[in-house]
């Protein structure tokens, strides 16, 4: 049995304790054919892999009534893994959602970091750097590099830590944003977690 | 007498009490035989402009050492306008700066309204919504709309009210902010009333 989170640009594979990784550009599906459990916010796939008999679509197995509509399953599968806490997932989007005693308590949008870096470079070629990830965060910035990083990094870890709960860090980013949010835990299997948690509830393993 | 703020787009005049703006693309500085005393970050016209014998680069007569080299001038003559507090000029971008005493401490650099919808509509089009400027900022989002608007603004609201100090709103989005900030004073003249102090300082008028 394998578990699979699918994004625009790749399948995430989890099979037992390793994990890998494939372009969904190159990678064909049909090659699989032990069972794989899946969630994907790729919508050019779908109908590949819903006419595939051995990929599930973990999908239908959320009890949805606690989510919004339009609330990427991604979102969801972290939510489900955490008990209490504010989770990061850092990735081309940032989300961050709240979890308090077992309840979604909602959550928000923020971008990515190098789709904030295209948009300060897009705003004025002066304002082209790279994110300053060592910023002292508790000193207003005098140079352009440090002004951008505040206004992206500093911003976020404010409302990020005013929840005043654990904060839990995931997505391809997770170990950068931990430079900045240095009380965070790091679980780059979040996702997965939830999704074995869904396993469970629907009695599958 | 003539005040004028260029931006990349605008020439924003101030004639004694009356405001006016032209294009940077069809107005003719030639046309103007008053003295105009400006600032501008354009940089496209600053050839034009500095063989204009009636037009004065207020650059020139700030002490600069309070700021830093690359620190925009439209930035510089809001800080010289405020004595004590933190200004939002919300345009193209969002600049940030404090002023203790009138003290500068720094700033930082946030997108502006435009630029960060671009943004979140680039990186999926499902969130492509315009900002919702009506949001409760003590909710957590349960809509894609909300989600990306308290992205937006919360963020950025919790950051500036950390400071506990008066907020001064300025810039072309100015009257939009407000909604947010909700204990600030807007001042759309505010780079104008700097420009009028370092006129007085360099005892020109």
Chains 1, 2 share one sequence.
Not at 119 to 142: A, H, Q, R, V, W
Request: proline residues 2%; glycine residues 6%; aromatic residues 12%.
């Amino acid at each position: 049995m394998l578990l699979c989170d699918i994004g625009n640009t790749s399948y995430h594979f989890l099979n037992g304790d390793k994990e890998f990784k494939e372009s969904t550009l190159t990678f064909d599906p049909r090659t699989i054919k032990e069972k794989v459990y899946y969630i994907s916010v790729n919508k050019k796939l779908q109908d590949l892999l819903q006419s595939l008999e051995n990929w599930i679509d973990l999908s239908s197995f959320i009890g949805k009534a606690k989510y919004y509509k339009t609330m990427g399953v991604d979102r969801i599968m972290a939510v489900e893994a955490v008990k209490h806490g504010i989770i990061i997932d850092a990735g081309s989007a940032v989300t961050v959602d709240v979890v308090k005693e077992g309840r979604f308590e909602g959550g928000f949008i923020y971008p990515g970091m190098a789709a904030m870096q295209k948009t300060y470079k897009d705003i004025s070629p002066l304002l082209n750097y790279s994110f300053n990830f060592e910023l002292n965060l508790d000193k207003m910035p005098k140079n352009s590099q440090d002004a951008i990083s505040y206004g992206y990094l500093k911003t976020l870890y404010c409302e990020v830590v005013s929840h005043k709960m654990p904060v839990i860090l995931t997505g391809g980013d997770a170990a950068v944003f931990a430079k900045i949010f240095k009380e965070a835990t790091v679980d780059e299997r979040l996702i997965f977690k939830g999704m074995k948690k869904i396993l469970q509830k629907a009695d599958i393993c």
